[in-house]
């Protein structure tokens, strides 16, 4: 079978149609892009003279409630700073990190361009001492730093360990008493366990409860004895010894006289 020769015969006319199609197209496209710059470039410039205007920075930074020092120098604007382009939940969650003994703080715009942070220290139940240096510990097992003349350690039980997983079990005592013996609560002077896990219990009048191994099930049981015992007996010379040998068992040294029948 013969195959036939193919021709292409140039058409100058379809030619020059298709080039300007081409160009009309090519125009289109540089003209779009222009616009866009434009666009891009007014707006960008728009946010830089707003974001540097005066009518928007901020007039004054009000610090009200806690505020711990240095506070103010760690702040993420200040009065150069255009009010309306801070994020508070960022400037917030920024400035809990940097200052643990913060419980929270909040951050508030007014139209009078003042920016108000209110700060709340978190509430310490214990003290304890870290390298001769007075720190505080909340209920959370937060450690924290308290100027001095916020809280007085003098009212708060202090804490010693010699595990560092000895620490949250007292921090759960400490708020079990509280909650369940708040008159027994108010009497720890101090609570400290040995490299044996062994909870010792020190009151304010001297006494000292040998505790033994500390189990949240028993506490609220022991607790009622040391009470019952402290009743009825009182301390002819300090420190007077309360010693557990069992849930059941609670034995004195000789510093306790009873002063009534039981």
């Not at 079978?1 to 496209?29: C, D, H, L, N």
């Not at 040294?253 to 002063?259: E, L, P, R, S, V």
Request: aromatic share 8%.
């Amino acid at each position: 079978m013969k195959r036939r020769k193919q021709t292409i015969k140039f058409r100058p006319k379809y030619a020059g149609r298709v080039a300007k199609e081409w160009s009309q197209r090519a125009i289109r496209a540089l003209v779009g892009a222009g616009l866009i710059a434009t666009t891009v470039g007014g707006a960008m410039g728009v946010r830089h003279v707003w974001s540097r205007s005066d009518a928007f920075k901020i007039r004054e930074i009000i610090l009200q409630g806690d505020i711990p020092a240095g506070l103010q120098n760690k702040l993420s604007f200040d009065r150069t700073t255009n009010m309306w382009m801070i994020r508070p939940a960022n400037a917030q969650r920024d400035i809990l990190v940097m200052f643990p003994e913060l419980r929270a703080v909040s951050i508030r715009r007014s139209w009078s361009r003042n920016v108000v942070v209110t700060g709340h220290y978190r509430t310490p139940i214990a003290w304890f001492s870290d390298k001769g240096k007075t720190r505080f510990i909340d209920k959370g097992n937060v450690a924290f730093d308290l100027p001095a003349d916020t809280v007085d350690p003098a009212r708060l039980p202090q804490l010693q360990w010699s595990a560092e997983s000895d620490r949250l079990p007292m921090l759960h005592a400490l708020a079990q008493w509280a909650e369940r013996h708040p008159s027994f609560s108010s009497q720890i002077a101090k609570c400290e366990t040995d490299t044996i896990h062994r909870l010792q219990v020190e009151l304010a009048d001297g006494t000292v409860v040998d505790w033994g191994e500390f189990n949240p099930a028993s506490l609220d049981l022991r607790t009622e004895r040391v009470m019952r015992v402290k009743e009825n007996y009182h301390a002819a010379s300090t420190p007077a010894r309360l010693l557990f040998v069992t849930d059941d068992r609670l034995v004195m040294d000789a510093h306790w006289t009873a002063t009534k029948a039981m």
